[in-house]
């Protein structure tokens, strides 16, 4: 069975840090550009960041850039994402994902963040 198993998510105050991760199985994780993603509540699911399949090559959504960071292991089939100086604006669900040209997208099932007081 697919699995993307994530961790991490939780409550934390503005300004704080948060490591998400993303464990992967039941399918070759290191043939998959992986990604993260969030949805806010009456907001389309975006894009946060990305991260190639050599980890060399990574992208992230400018209300992030300088603040997060997207890494991978392929040794362990996980990959992360290191929140810094959080924002109440970063509160959201954050969902792994992984993608292969020329077949379906899989999804991880959810984890909330939310940065508050």
């Known amino acids: 069975q697919v699995q993307l198993v994530e961790s991490g998510g939780g409550l934390v105050q503005p300004g704080g840090s948060l490591r998400l991760s993303c464990a992967a199985s039941g399918f070759t994780f290191s043939t998959y550009r992986m990604n993260w993603y969030r949805q806010a509540p009456g907001k389309e699911r975006e894009l946060v960041a990305g991260?190639?399949?050599?980890?060399?090559?990574?992208n992230y959504a400018s209300s992030v850039k300088g603040r997060f960071t997207i890494s991978r292991d392929n040794s362990k089939a996980t990959v992360y994402l290191q929140m810094n100086n959080l924002k109440p604006e970063d509160t959201a669900v954050y969902y792994c994902?992984?993608?292969?040209?020329?077949?379906?997208?899989?999804w991880g099932q959810g984890t909330q963040v939310t940065v508050a007081s």
């Open positions: 994902n992984a993608k292969r040209n020329n077949v379906p997208d899989y």
């Open positions: 991260i190639a399949i050599v980890g060399g090559i990574t």
